[in-house]
C-alpha cells in the first residue's frame, strides 16, 4: 500500500465522488477496484483476486474462493483536466448472498459503476444490483469489462443492458479490436482513438480514428447525441440543424442526463489488462454526481406526494413527525448515518457512516435520534480496506468509521442533539434458510453465544437464536453459502468448532378465510382473579403486507389503557403460529368487542388473553403454511438445456423463460427453496461441470396441502 494520503488534499466537495463497484459475482468488480487503487497511486503492483493477493478481499475466505464476501471502503484521488478529485470507494460483493452489503452502500452512496462481464452481459444478480441502485436514486456508469476474453462482444453486451436495464443506456467509447485483440478504445466524446501501448496501460497515444472504425464510430457517436437530445434541447436543436456539437457542450449534457438517471453512459475496457481504466476514472469524474448533486426523495406524510431534494438531505423531527431537510454543508448541524457495524481486532467496535451536515470530531458526543440515545466518538478513522488512518475531523460528504459505539444499530441516525434529525433508515429482506448449530464442546457454550451476537450486529440478514423447545441454537441467513461462511468465521476468528445440522426452510404461516372467535379468561383463586374478554375478527392480507392491528371497540366495552397490551399479546402470539410454530405473517387482526371486570382485569390479563385468543382465532380461519420461492437463473450450453428444465420440474419448478445468451441459454425459473438444497452440485453432475446456477428470493407462497401435512406430521 502506498504511504499515509493527506485527506485534506481536496477541500471542495464538489469534486468529491462517493462511489460503489457494483455488479454480477465475477464480473470483474474486485480488478476493477485494484486497477483503480494502483492507477491512482494508491498501490504501488496491482493484485488479482483469482491469485489470492487483492487488497479489498482482504477475509481469508475471500481469498480462497476468489469472492467478494463484503464491501471495503477506500479513499483515492485522481487528476483531471487541472483538478483534483477524491473518491470515496465500496467494492461490493457480487453473490446473491451478500445482497445487504451492496444495498447499504447504495444507500450512502452518490453514484455507481456497474460493471458487466463482456462474454455474458447482463446476469441475474446485474439486475438486482441495478434495481437497488435505481431504488436509492444513484445514478450510474456501465463499464463492459474483460473484453479480452475469447467469446467477449461488447455490442451484444450492451443489446443486453438495453433490453434488460434500461433503454437510456448509450455508448460513450467502443473497442478497439476485440478478444486477443483488444487494444483500445474509441472516446465517442471526443471522437477520437485511445491506444494503450503498455501492458500496464499507463502510456495512451491519441489518434484520429482509422478508416475501417469510422463508419461504427460515426454511428454510435449519432446514438449518443440521440439520447442526450432527448434531455437537452440546446443539444436537440443543433442536432437537428446539423451544426457541430462541441466535446464540451457534449460533455455538460451527458452530465446532466446522468445526474437524472436519463442517461447511462457505456464504457468499454478491461480492468485485467489495465485498458480502459484510466479512460474510466475520467468518465466518474465527469459525469456522476459530487454530494451536491444527488438526488433525494421523501414522501410528505400528509399529501402523500413524493418531493425531490437537491444538494440538501430530507428526514424527519424526532419530536413530531414533521419533514426538516439539512443542507449538504460544513456549516449545518451535523447529521449523519450509519450503514455498517463491524468488529475489527485491533481497534473493536467499528461504525461505518456516511456524514450528510456539519462536522464531526473525534472525542466529540453525537445522539442517535433513532435509539435516542447519546454516544461518544472514541475516534475516528478513514478505511482502506483493513487498514485503518486515524483522522481528527470529517465533514459533509465524507464516509468513514466511528470507534467506541455501544448501542448503535445499521440504519440509525446519528446528528447533533440541539438540532436533531431522523434520517431514511435501511431496509433488509428476512432470511430465508436455517442451521442448527451446536458448538463441539460445552466450554465453548458461553464464547458461542457471544461470537453470534458479534456477527449478528455486523449484518443484518443474519439471525441467531435458541429455539425454545428444542435448546438448539438456530442461525439464519440468506443462503447456504452466506451460513458456511458465518460457520467458518466461527472457527478462524472465534476458535469455535460447531455441529452442523441439515438446512432448514424459514417457512411461515397465515390464514386464507375471514374468521370470528371470542376469546374469555376467567379464573377465580380467592383474592384477585383474572378477567378478560375478547372478540376478534381475522382477516387476510396480501403478501408482503405483514401483521395489522385494528381497533373497532365501541363504548368503551374494553378500556382505551387495555388496547395496547391486546396489541402486544397478538404480536407475542404471531411469532409462533397455532400449525408448525412458525412465525404468522398477512394478517389483519380486528377487535370488535368485549367485557372487563373492575377488580380482576388488568393490562396482564388481557395481554395473554389475545395471546391464546389470536391462536384460537386462527384456527377458525383455514390456516396454511407459506414456503419461500426462489427465482432460479441458469446459464448453460444447449445441449444441457432439457436436462435442467427436466430437473427443475422434478423440483416443483416452474419455467418462467427461456433466453439466449451469446452461446448459451439462459434458463429463468421459480421453484420452492426446500427442493433446492444441494442444487448447485446436482446441477453440474447433470450438465457435465457447464451450468453456472443463481438462485435468489422472489415470493413466498401457499405449501400445497399434501406437502404441508406432511411437514406438519414430521415437525410433530
Same mark, same amino acid.
Given at each position: 500500500?502506498?504511504?499515509?494520503?493527506?485527506?485534506?488534499?481536496? #477541500?471542495?466537495?464538489?469534486?468529491?465522488?462517493?462511489?460503489?463497484?457494483?455488479?454480477? *459475482?465475477?464480473?470483474?468488480?474486485?480488478?476493477?477496484? @485494484?486497477?483503480?487503487?494502483?492507477?491512482?497511486?494508491? #498501490?504501488?503492483?496491482?493484485?488479482?483476486?483469482?491469485?489470492? =493477493?487483492?487488497?479489498?478481499?482482504?477475509?481469508?475466505?475471500?481469498?480462497?474462493?476468489?469472492?467478494?464476501?463484503?464491501? /471495503?471502503?477506500?479513499?483515492?484521488?485522481?487528476?483531471?483536466?487541472?483538478?483534483?478529485?477524491?473518491?470515496?470507494?465500496?467494492?461490493?460483493?457480487?453473490?446473491?448472498?451478500?445482497?445487504?452489503?451492496?444495498?447499504?452502500?447504495?444507500?450512502?452512496?452518490?453514484?455507481?459503476?456497474? *460493471?458487466?462481464?463482456?462474454?455474458?452481459?447482463?446476469?441475474?444478480?446485474?439486475?438486482?444490483?441495478?434495481?437497488?441502485?435505481?431504488?436509492?436514486?444513484?445514478?450510474?456508469?456501465?463499464?463492459?469489462?474483460?473484453?479480452?476474453?475469447?467469446?467477449?462482444?461488447?455490442?451484444?453486451?450492451?443489446?443486453?443492458?438495453?433490453?434488460?436495464?434500461?433503454?437510456?443506456?448509450?455508448?460513450?467509447?467502443?473497442?478497439?479490436?476485440? +478478444?486477443?485483440?483488444?487494444?483500445?478504445?474509441?472516446?465517442?466524446?471526443?471522437?477520437?482513438?485511445?491506444?494503450?501501448?503498455?501492458?500496464?496501460?499507463?502510456?495512451? +497515444?491519441?489518434?484520429?480514428?482509422?478508416?475501417?472504425?469510422?463508419?461504427?464510430?460515426?454511428?454510435?457517436?449519432?446514438?449518443?447525441?440521440?439520447? *442526450?437530445?432527448?434531455?437537452?434541447?440546446?443539444?436537440?436543436?443543433?442536432?437537428?440543424?446539423?451544426?457541430?456539437?462541441?466535446?464540451? @457542450?457534449?460533455?455538460?449534457?451527458?452530465?446532466?442526463?446522468?445526474?437524472?438517471?436519463?442517461?447511462?453512459?457505456?464504457?468499454?475496457?478491461?480492468?485485467?489488462?489495465?485498458? &480502459?481504466?484510466? @479512460?474510466?476514472?475520467?468518465?466518474?469524474?465527469?459525469?456522476?454526481?459530487?454530494?451536491?448533486?444527488?438526488?433525494?426523495?421523501?414522501?410528505?406524510?400528509?399529501?402523500?406526494?413524493?418531493?425531490?431534494?437537491?444538494?440538501?438531505?430530507?428526514?424527519?423531527?424526532?419530536?413530531?413527525?414533521?419533514?426538516?431537510?439539512?443542507?449538504?454543508?460544513?456549516?449545518?448541524?451535523? /447529521?449523519?448515518?450509519?450503514?455498517?457495524?463491524?468488529?475489527?481486532?485491533?481497534? &473493536?467496535?467499528?461504525?461505518?457512516?456516511?456524514?450528510?451536515?456539519?462536522?464531526?470530531?473525534?472525542?466529540?458526543?453525537?445522539?442517535?435520534?433513532?435509539?435516542?440515545?447519546?454516544?461518544?466518538?472514541?475516534?475516528?478513522?478513514?478505511?482502506?480496506?483493513?487498514?485503518?488512518?486515524?483522522?481528527?475531523?470529517?465533514?459533509?460528504?465524507?464516509?468513514?468509521?466511528?470507534?467506541?459505539?455501544?448501542?448503535?444499530?445499521?440504519?440509525?441516525?446519528?446528528?447533533? !442533539?440541539?438540532?436533531?434529525?431522523?434520517?431514511?433508515?435501511?431496509?433488509?429482506?428476512?432470511?430465508?434458510?436455517?442451521?442448527?448449530?451446536?458448538?463441539?464442546?460445552?466450554?465453548?457454550?458461553?464464547?458461542?453465544?457471544?461470537?453470534?451476537?458479534?456477527? *449478528?450486529?455486523?449484518?443484518?440478514?443474519?439471525?441467531? !437464536?435458541?429455539?425454545?423447545?428444542?435448546?438448539?441454537?438456530?442461525?439464519?441467513?440468506?443462503?447456504?453459502?452466506?451460513?458456511?461462511?458465518?460457520?467458518?468465521?466461527?472457527?478462524?476468528?472465534?476458535?469455535?468448532?460447531?455441529?452442523?445440522?441439515?438446512?432448514?426452510?424459514?417457512?411461515?404461516?397465515?390464514?386464507?378465510?375471514?374468521? +370470528?372467535?371470542?376469546?374469555?379468561?376467567?379464573?377465580?383463586?380467592?383474592?384477585?382473579?383474572?378477567?378478560?374478554?375478547? /372478540?376478534?375478527?381475522?382477516?387476510?392480507?396480501?403478501?408482503?403486507? &405483514?401483521?395489522?392491528?385494528?381497533?373497532?371497540?365501541?363504548?368503551?366495552?374494553?378500556?382505551?389503557?387495555?388496547?395496547?397490551?391486546?396489541?402486544?399479546?397478538?404480536?407475542?402470539?404471531?411469532?409462533?403460529?397455532?400449525?408448525?410454530?412458525?412465525?404468522?405473517?398477512?394478517?389483519?387482526?380486528?377487535?370488535?368487542?368485549?367485557?372487563?371486570?373492575?377488580?380482576?382485569?388488568?393490562?396482564?390479563?388481557?395481554?395473554?388473553?389475545?395471546?391464546?385468543?389470536?391462536?384460537?382465532?386462527?384456527?377458525?380461519?383455514?390456516?396454511?403454511?407459506? @414456503?419461500?420461492?426462489?427465482?432460479?437463473?441458469?446459464?448453460?450450453?444447449?445441449?444441457?438445456? &432439457?436436462?435442467?428444465?427436466?430437473?427443475?420440474?422434478?423440483?416443483?419448478?416452474?419455467?418462467?423463460?427461456?433466453?439466449?445468451?451469446? #452461446?448459451? #441459454?439462459?434458463?429463468?425459473?421459480?421453484?420452492?427453496?426446500? +427442493?433446492?438444497?444441494?442444487?448447485?452440485?446436482?446441477?453440474?453432475?447433470?450438465? =457435465?461441470?457447464? /451450468?453456472?446456477?443463481?438462485?435468489?428470493?422472489?415470493?413466498?407462497?401457499?405449501?400445497?396441502?399434501?406437502?404441508?401435512?406432511?411437514?406438519?406430521? !414430521?415437525?410433530?
Amino acid at each position: 500500500m502506498a504511504g499515509v494520503i493527506d485527506y485534506t488534499k481536496v #477541500k471542495d466537495t464538489h469534486l468529491y465522488r462517493n462511489i460503489g463497484i457494483i455488479a454480477h *459475482v465475477d464480473a470483474g468488480k474486485t480488478t476493477t477496484t @485494484e486497477r483503480i487503487l494502483f492507477f491512482t497511486g494508491r #498501490k504501488h503492483k496491482t493484485g488479482e483476486t483469482h491469485e489470492g =493477493s487483492a487488497e479489498m478481499d482482504f477475509m481469508d475466505q475471500e481469498r480462497e474462493r476468489g469472492i467478494t464476501i463484503q464491501s /471495503a471502503a477506500t479513499t483515492a484521488f485522481w487528476d483531471l483536466e487541472g483538478k483534483s478529485y477524491r473518491f470515496n470507494i465500496i467494492d461490493t460483493p457480487g453473490h446473491v448472498d451478500f445482497t445487504a452489503e451492496v444495498e447499504r452502500s447504495l444507500r450512502v452512496l452518490d453514484g455507481a459503476v456497474v *460493471v458487466f462481464d463482456g462474454k455474458m452481459g447482463v446476469e441475474p444478480q446485474s439486475s438486482k444490483v441495478w434495481f437497488q441502485a435505481e431504488k436509492y436514486r444513484v445514478p450510474r456508469l456501465c463499464y463492459i469489462n474483460k473484453l479480452d476474453n475469447i467469446g467477449a462482444d461488447f455490442f451484444k453486451s450492451y443489446e443486453s443492458i438495453v433490453e434488460h436495464l434500461s433503454e437510456k443506456a448509450v455508448p460513450i467509447s467502443i473497442p478497439v479490436g476485440i +478478444e486477443n485483440e483488444f487494444r483500445g478504445i474509441v472516446d465517442l466524446v471526443k471522437f477520437k482513438v485511445q491506444i494503450h501501448k503498455d501492458d500496464e496501460g499507463k502510456v495512451i +497515444e491519441t489518434a484520429d480514428i482509422p478508416e475501417d472504425m469510422l463508419a461504427k464510430a460515426t454511428e454510435y457517436r449519432n446514438k449518443l447525441i440521440e439520447v *442526450v437530445a432527448d434531455v437537452d434541447d440546446d443539444i436537440a436543436m443543433k442536432y437537428l440543424d446539423g451544426a457541430e456539437i462541441s466535446t464540451e @457542450e457534449l460533455t455538460a449534457a451527458i452530465r446532466k442526463g446522468v445526474l437524472i438517471s436519463k442517461i447511462f453512459p457505456v464504457m468499454a475496457g478491461s480492468s485485467l489488462r489495465n485498458k &480502459g481504466v484510466q @479512460e474510466m476514472l475520467d468518465n466518474v469524474c465527469r459525469y456522476l454526481p459530487s454530494p451536491h448533486d444527488k438526488y433525494f426523495a421523501k414522501e410528505d406524510p400528509e399529501t402523500k406526494e413524493e418531493k425531490i431534494y437537491k444538494d440538501e438531505i430530507p428526514g424527519t423531527d424526532p419530536k413530531n413527525g414533521e419533514i426538516i431537510v439539512r443542507k449538504l454543508d460544513d456549516s449545518e448541524p451535523f /447529521a449523519g448515518l450509519v450503514f455498517k457495524l463491524a468488529v475489527d481486532p485491533h481497534v &473493536g467496535n467499528l461504525a461505518f457512516f456516511r456524514v450528510y451536515s456539519g462536522k464531526l470530531q473525534s472525542g466529540s458526543y453525537v445522539y442517535n435520534s433513532t435509539s435516542g440515545n447519546k454516544e461518544r466518538v472514541g475516534r475516528i478513522l478513514m478505511m482502506h480496506a483493513n487498514h485503518r488512518e486515524e483522522v481528527k475531523e470529517v465533514r459533509a460528504g465524507d464516509i468513514a468509521a466511528i470507534v467506541g459505539f455501544k448501542d448503535t444499530k445499521t440504519g440509525n441516525t446519528i446528528c447533533d !442533539e440541539a438540532k436533531p434529525i431522523q434520517l431514511e433508515g435501511i431496509n433488509f429482506a428476512e432470511p430465508v434458510v436455517k442451521f442448527a448449530i451446536e458448538p463441539k464442546t460445552k466450554s465453548d457454550q458461553e464464547k458461542l453465544s457471544e461470537a453470534l451476537g458479534k456477527l *449478528v450486529s455486523e449484518d443484518p440478514t443474519f439471525k441467531a !437464536e435458541t429455539d425454545k423447545e428444542t435448546g438448539q441454537v438456530i442461525i439464519a441467513g440468506m443462503g447456504e453459502l452466506h451460513l458456511d461462511i458465518k460457520v467458518d468465521i466461527l472457527k478462524r476468528e472465534y476458535g469455535i468448532e460447531v455441529n452442523v445440522g441439515k438446512p432448514q426452510v424459514a417457512y411461515r404461516e397465515t390464514i386464507t378465510a375471514k374468521g +370470528e372467535h371470542r376469546e374469555l379468561l376467567k379464573k377465580q383463586s380467592g383474592g384477585a382473579g383474572q378477567y378478560a374478554d375478547i /372478540a376478534f375478527v381475522l382477516q387476510p392480507l396480501e403478501r408482503g403486507e &405483514g401483521y395489522k392491528f385494528v381497533d373497532s371497540i365501541k363504548g368503551g366495552a374494553i378500556p382505551r389503557e387495555y388496547i395496547s397490551s391486546i396489541d402486544k399479546g397478538i404480536q407475542e402470539s404471531i411469532t409462533a403460529g397455532p400449525l408448525g410454530g412458525y412465525p404468522v405473517v398477512d394478517v389483519q387482526a380486528e377487535i370488535v368487542d368485549g367485557s372487563y371486570h373492575e377488580v380482576d382485569s388488568n393490562t396482564d390479563t388481557f395481554r395473554t388473553c389475545a395471546y391464546y385468543g389470536f391462536k384460537n382465532a386462527m384456527k377458525a380461519c383455514s390456516p396454511v403454511l407459506l @414456503e419461500p420461492i426462489m427465482t432460479v437463473t441458469i446459464n448453460v450450453p444447449e445441449d444441457y438445456v &432439457g436436462a435442467c428444465t427436466g430437473y427443475l420440474s422434478s423440483k416443483r419448478g416452474l419455467i418462467k423463460n427461456l433466453l439466449q445468451r451469446g #452461446k448459451t #441459454k439462459e434458463i429463468i425459473a421459480e421453484a420452492p427453496l426446500s +427442493e433446492l438444497f444441494g442444487y448447485v452440485s446436482d446441477l453440474r453432475n447433470l450438465t =457435465s461441470g457447464t /451450468a453456472a446456477p443463481n438462485m435468489e428470493p422472489s415470493h413466498y407462497a401457499e405449501v400445497p396441502r399434501n406437502i404441508m401435512e406432511k411437514l406438519l406430521g !414430521e415437525a410433530k
